[in-house]
Structure formats: structure tokens, C-alpha cells
């Protein structure tokens, strides 16, 4: 009797010993399956933040550009005003033809001059723009794979 309850216990510890070992495991499982939920929610609030990112740098370049034209619109129909306000003194003024002529070459020359020059300075504005956007695009792009390699990294230690 004695050895039959001794083996009755031997089995009531293993049954014991077998359905802790159970419960560890779901346990385990449950746990690997709420990180892996956490780590897909951080990665796809981390690609929503990339893209809204993204997407205000574009609204930001458009705005950049279409201030810009405006610009040069104005310039030019500013130019075109002084342009023939200045044609329309000279006739008022009655010179000779030649004179005309002269002081009409002289002041499209400087109007000229005046809009390359112009010309010139927009377009290093725009090269500055577009390297400083380039040098932001790129410390992003950086930012992203730190961070991805910090999630990969963080999954493969979870899983050792």
C-alpha cells in the first residue's frame, strides 16, 4: 500500500510538474505574441509619422515654388510697366530718332542686366533649397533605418 501511494504521488507531481510546464509555455507564447503586436504598432505609427513628414515636405516644396512664381510674374510685369513707361517719356520728350533709339538700347540693356542678375540670385536660392531639403531627405532616410535596425535588434534580443 505504501508503494502504491508512493507512486500515486510520483504521478500527482507529475501531472503538476507537466501542467506548470504548460502554463509556462502559453505564458511564453502570450508574451511573444503581445511584443510582436507592440513591435508592428510602433513600426506602422513609425511609417503613419514618415509619411505625414513626407507629405508636409511636398506641401512645403509646392508652396516654395509657387511663391517663386509669383515672384518672377510680378518682376516681369513690373519690368514690362517701367519698360514702357520709360518708351512712352521718350516720346513725350520729342527726341531725336537716334537719341531715342540710343537711350531705349541703353535702358533695356540695364533692365536686362537687372534680370539676370535677378535671374541668378533665384536660381542659388533655389540650389541652397533644394540641397538643404536633400541633406534633411538624408538624415531622415537615417533616422528610419536606426530606428528599424533598433526594432530588429530589440526583437532578436527578446527572442534569445
Known sequence: QEEQ?????????QKEEQQKQT??????????MLREQREQEELRQFQEEEQERLKQEQ?????????????????EQQEQEELESF???QEQLQLSTEEKQ????????????KKEQQEQQEQEE??????QLE????RRRELKRQRL???ATERARKEE
Open 126 to 131: 533655389y540650389f541652397r533649397e533644394q540641397q
Open 5 to 13: 501511494e508512493w507512486k500515486q504521488l510520483q504521478e500527482e507531481q
Open 149 to 151: 535596425a533598433e526594432i
Open 135 to 138: 541633406q534633411e531627405r538624408e
Open 102 to 113: 540710343r537711350r531705349i538700347a541703353s535702358r533695356r540693356d540695364e533692365l536686362r542686366r
Open 59 to 75: 506641401e512645403k516644396q509646392q508652396s516654395k515654388e509657387k511663391r517663386k512664381d509669383e515672384l518672377r510674374r510680378r518682376r
Open 23 to 32: 502554463r509556462r509555455e502559453q505564458r511564453r507564447e502570450q508574451l511573444k
Open 87 to 89: 518708351q512712352k517719356e
